[in-house]
Every structure is written in structure tokens, then in C-alpha cells.
């Protein structure tokens, strides 16, 4: 009877130990970026260069929505030195919409820094540079919920710099 006993107590030991925890799942990605959701979880985060990029959560650090009929989403950095992604989808996009990021289209993605290879701790003067390529794809748009969700990547070229590659973006925001 004892070692029946034993076997029962680790067979649930061992299998109630493997449960999901649904307030906790799995990762998407390898890299410790932010699963990609789709619940307004206010994320904005993506790889530079390979590097993790994840925005600052607050008011004035991610944001987005629909205005105007045109999707846009934003996130940033604000130490040591500014640092904003940008996209805007204009032109009625729609859920489940794949747009390509050019910079005379209404599919824009951007960087706004005072952060370039000359001046690398900030300080220099804030600039726009616009991505040359890249794609936008909108997973969710829920005007009732206020939700907006999606993944991008770009390469914004820095006259001067290094060309930024941008990968493995997302977003979910809540506006």
C-alpha cells in the first residue's frame, strides 16, 4: 500500500506542477520582447540592430488609435536621451491589412531622436528619419474596445550611421 501511495503522490506532484498558467503565457519570441497581444495591454517594443527596444510604459510614452481614418501607434525612450518609433497607417486600414512602409505612401514609419552616431548621449538637435521599407501589419482594430494591435519591421538608413534594422516590432495599444 505504501509504495502505491508514494507512485499516486509524486504522479500528481508531477502533473499538477505542469499546468499553464493562463495569467502567464508562453513567450512568442526568444528574445524577452513582450508577447505579441491583442488585448490593449499597451505595449510598443521591437529589435534594433538585434538589441531589444521596449518603450516606457506611461501616458506620454505609448500611444495610438484611429484618426481621421488612419491607424497610428507610437512608443519611446526618454533616457539618457529621446528616442521615438512612429508608424501611421492612413487610408481606411483595415484588420488583418498588410501595408507596405514607404516614405511618400500613407504607410509611414519614423524615428525621433537627438541621438545619432555624432552625438550618441543626446543632446544634439531632435530629428525625423523616415523608414525606407518595411511592413505593417494590423491584427486588431477595435473601435468599441478603443484597441489597436499589430506587428511591424522597417530599415530606417541615418545619413551618417549605421542603418537601423528594425524587427520583430509589435503593438498593442489601448487609446
Excluded at 506532484?13 to 519570441?29: A, G, R, T, V, Y
Excluded at 538589441?51 to 497610428?72: A, C, H, M, V
Excluded at 548621449?121 to 523616415?130: A, D, E, F, H, S
Aim: charged share 15%; net charge neutral.
Amino acid at each position: 500500500m505504501k509504495p502505491m501511495f508514494i507512485a499516486l503522490s509524486l504522479f500528481c506532484i508531477l502533473f499538477s506542477s505542469c499546468k499553464k498558467d493562463k495569467n502567464n503565457p508562453e513567450p512568442d519570441n526568444p528574445y524577452g520582447l513582450p508577447n505579441a497581444t491583442q488585448t490593449g495591454a499597451n505595449i510598443f517594443a521591437c529589435r534594433v540592430n538585434g538589441q531589444n527596444w521596449i518603450s516606457e510604459k506611461g501616458i506620454y510614452s505609448i500611444g495610438g488609435g484611429i484618426y481621421n481614418d488612419t491607424l497610428f501607434a507610437f512608443g519611446s525612450l526618454d533616457v539618457p536621451y529621446l528616442e521615438t518609433f512612429s508608424l501611421r497607417v492612413g487610408e481606411h486600414p483595415v484588420e488583418g491589412g498588410v501595408y507596405a512602409i514607404a516614405i511618400n505612401s500613407s504607410t509611414i514609419f519614423d524615428l525621433l531622436s537627438n541621438k545619432n552616431c555624432s552625438c550618441p548621449n543626446g543632446g544634439c538637435t531632435v530629428n525625423t528619419i523616415y523608414a525606407t521599407a518595411g511592413q505593417v501589419n494590423i491584427t486588431k482594430i477595435d473601435t468599441q474596445r478603443e484597441i489597436v494591435s499589430g506587428k511591424f519591421h522597417a530599415k530606417v538608413p541615418i545619413t551618417g550611421c549605421d542603418t537601423l534594422f528594425i524587427t520583430d516590432g509589435r503593438f498593442d495599444i489601448r487609446y
